[in-house]
């Protein structure tokens, strides 16, 4: 009798209310108009959520509501999140290390302890029977009794939200440490001093610079590059002496044009300090003596739409240039006391087929990084004339110079990658032929047999053939029924090499096809590759990336509605204009710190870094450059039109991409998006333009989108 009666008494009960959707933040309008030189007005309704001191209660208010949204939307996923950030994790020897490299007497190497965060950076004295191999050995076991400990990242970084170190050097007697920290993600680097001898950091401390440093010859003069600290510009060489006042350091060069970059290094032969400055179209090099670098002497003059960078070793400049309309770069010589292009003397002859990336010199001979066919190669050329190109075995790779620190070896380090091989560094002797393995990625329960890589050629809408590189589980069918994860970047030249990446390792395994589209904008093809994918034909970088999706789901890679995208900086540029142009074409995309409101952003000098990008996007103060980005600015071409499922990540620190650019561009896509796909946006409070420090925070972050992409995909959460 108990039983049905109670049945009866629940049956009558009120149904207890469902749990409220979670509802998307709306955040005020407040009209504001952005004006062009020429006169041209935007209104811009969220142009108040900029704020650069990042204090406004409003803004960060909105902020953190969008990030309650993301938590509220992404709890039933939350074990699938965590399932993938455990996959991700656990293809990572926690406690591995780097490929130590001699320098000076010493081999420098970093290292990782299981459980931690930051890398250790340490070093060991050279001597009989030390080489790679043999510290590698001893990292594995644990020994390290030899070794010094020149930055424990991890004491360094405890108890902050964010650190980094950007760069260190050693001065040449090995005695002291300079390196340059960043504790707020925002690229502005504090340098500080360290006695190897005796532990003691020095009181020296110098602010607001970037992460480039190099010692003179007399081991106590520390030359650094200062930043402007509005536009973080790279604005002016100083030099500090070893324990006198920062505020007192000599002013060595300041760059008058801020379309320039500026860096700072020495020559391979360390007998010249170097100041480089470029812009994207021309570049100019001073050089000093490094044991007396008090006169820097121009190498060439900057000319417009000449660009060239420069070593010295042998007693001769070696310059990488297109001058001369050597349009994939050449080489040319010069004497050591150059002062113009009259002097250069051609030596690498150009070839329009074949891409000169970079090069490195040694004692006997010169290793050259090069591009032909979408592809890379390493290219010897012996002082007796003859060449040499290093093999590769598979149809898609990415291979380069590794770090090779010094010059007076036969032994020249390179490294190999696929989709399927993970990171490799070998060795090959250029005298012998002799080639050793120095050490593989290691990758814990991956197995490279079980998946496969495939090189294809897509004809884009204007009849130029796209590079594409596939990797896909092994037992992948051509159906049309699997879900593609397409990814790509398509800026500045930067080429998008197919390299093993652990983590897309977790979307194989379910069954997911992954494509790197090498859209017009890298140079993956050379030079004419980047220049049709920039200024006034960047339309084509958008245009490729969709072609590719479509050949793709054609050819039965991929079902029409299971296609996501990913893009990050001007790579999420381009997810915003494809988004705009063909959202038709995709169920989900991720959107990573976004350059998405060009022309506001282009118009304005004061953001960082914008006045060094007018030869990449144009200066929409000219009007044939404000109409022609207009037309593909994600932020401003938001329509009345179903979006496909976004997710949207930003840092709230980032220099390079603000904030805002994606915090307005999620407002407007809510105000105006007809779909009903989620729109997820994430701000990282204490990062910056590359998301949190340390190497398990971040995966964290990719869990997440990860998880995202694979739910709108259909995708089944166990491999």
Same mark, same amino acid.
């Given at each position: ?203 020296? !401390? ?6 480039? %440093?190099?010692?003179?010859? @007399?081991?106590?003069? *520390?030359? /650094?590059? +200062?930043? $402007?600290?509005?536009?973080?510009? !790279? ?6 002496? %070893?324990?006198?006042?920062? @505020?007192?350091?000599? *002013?060595? /060069?300041? +760059?008058? $044009? ?25 570049? +100019? ?435």
């Amino acid at each position: 009798m108990k039983l049905p009666f109670l049945l009866a008494t629940l049956m009558t009960l009120p149904t207890p209310p469902a749990a409220a959707a979670p509802v998307p933040p709306d955040v005020e309008k407040r009209p504001h108009v952005v004006e062009a030189p020429f006169g041209a007005k935007r209104t811009d309704d969220y142009y108040w959520l900029r704020d650069d001191e990042r204090k406004d209660p409003a803004m960060l208010a909105y902020l953190h509501a969008e990030n309650a949204y993301v938590d509220a939307q992404m709890a039933r996923l939350k074990p699938l999140q965590e399932r993938l950030y455990g996959e991700i994790v656990g293809r990572i020897k926690q406690d591995d290390s780097s490929v130590p490299f001699r320098y000076h007497g010493w081999w420098y190497y970093s290292r990782f302890e299981a459980g931690k965060d930051y890398p250790v950076f340490a070093r060991r004295k050279d001597g009989p029977g030390v080489d790679a191999i043999s510290i590698q050995a001893a990292n594995e076991a644990g020994d390290f009794a030899a070794e010094q400990v020149l930055l424990d990242v991890n004491a360094m970084a405890a108890g902050k939200d964010y650190f980094q170190i950007g760069d260190y050097e050693v001065t040449p007697d090995n005695a002291v440490l300079a390196w340059a920290e960043d504790d707020v993600g925002r690229r502005q680097y504090t340098i500080r001093f360290r006695n190897l001898a005796t532990g003691e950091v020095y009181p020296d !401390t110098i602010t607001g610079v970037s992460p480039n %440093l190099v010692w003179a010859d @007399d081991n106590r003069t *520390l030359f /650094y590059v +200062e930043n $402007d600290p509005e536009t973080l510009l !790279t604005v002016r060489v100083k030099k500090h002496v %070893l324990g006198t006042p920062a @505020d007192q350091d000599e *002013l060595v /060069y300041e +760059e008058e $044009d801020d379309s320039f970059y500026m860096g700072i290094g020495r020559t391979r032969d360390d007998r010249f300090i170097t100041i480089e400055v470029e812009s994207t179209v021309s570049s +100019e090099l001073r050089y000093a003596p490094a044991a007396d670098p008090r006169q820097f002497t121009v190498l060439a003059p900057r000319q417009r739409d000449v660009e060239y960078d420069a070593d010295h070793h042998g007693g001769r400049w070696v310059i990488r240039t297109n001058a001369d309309g050597a349009t994939n770069f050449k080489l040319v010589t010069a004497p050591s006391d150059a002062t113009s292009r009259q002097q250069w003397q051609d030596w690498l002859a150009h070839d329009p087929e074949v891409f000169i990336e970079e090069y490195e010199l040694f004692d006997g001979f010169t290793a050259v990084g090069e591009r032909s066919g979408g592809l890379e190669r390493v290219r010897i050329l012996r002082a007796d004339g003859s060449q040499q190109y290093v093999s590769a075995d598979e149809p898609a790779y990415s291979m380069g110079l590794s770090t090779n620190a010094e010059p007076d070896t036969p032994w020249l380090r390179y490294g190999y990658t696929s989709l399927t091989t993970p990171a490799t560094t070998y060795e090959l002797n250029v005298l012998t032929g002799e080639r050793r393995l120095l050490k593989q990625q290691p990758v814990p329960g991956y197995d490279p047999s079980q998946y496969v890589t495939e090189r294809l050629w897509v004809e884009a809408r204007d009849g130029v053939r796209i590079p594409v590189s596939l990797v896909y589980r092994k037992g992948f069918r051509k159906d049309g029924s699997a879900a593609l994860f397409q990814y790509a970047y398509g800026s500045y030249g930067i080429s998008t090499d197919p390299g093993f990446n652990s983590q897309v390792v977790s979307l194989l395994d379910r069954g997911v096809v992954y494509a790197i589209a090498h859209v017009r904008g890298g140079q993956e093809m050379g030079r004419k590759w980047y220049e049709d994918g920039k200024l006034l034909k960047k339309q084509n970088t958008f245009n490729d990336f969709v072609d590719v999706t479509r050949a793709l789901v054609a050819q039965g890679y991929a079902a029409p509605g299971r296609v996501a995208a990913m893009g990050g900086s001007a790579g999420g540029l381009l997810m915003g204009a494809v988004a705009n142009q063909a959202p038709q074409d995709y169920r989900a995309m991720v959107a990573l710190v976004p350059f998405v409101d060009v022309v506001t952003t282009m118009l304005d000098p004061s953001i960082p870094l914008t006045t060094n990008e007018y030869d990449e996007w144009g200066n929409p103060e000219q009007q044939t450059y404000y109409e022609y980005m207009l037309k593909y600015s994600p932020y401003d071409n938001v329509s009345a039109q179903a979006y496909p499922a976004l997710f949207v990540g930003t840092g709230l620190w980032d220099s390079q991409v603000q904030y805002w650019e994606p915090a307005k561009w999620v407002a407007k896509l809510r105000d105006l998006n007809t779909g009903s796909a989620p729109i997820l946006f994430r701000t990282n409070m204490d990062a910056g333009h590359g998301g949190k420090s340390g190497r398990f925070r971040r995966f964290r972050e990719q869990s997440e989108y990860y998880a995202f992409v694979l739910d709108q995909l259909g995708v089944a959460s166990e491999p």
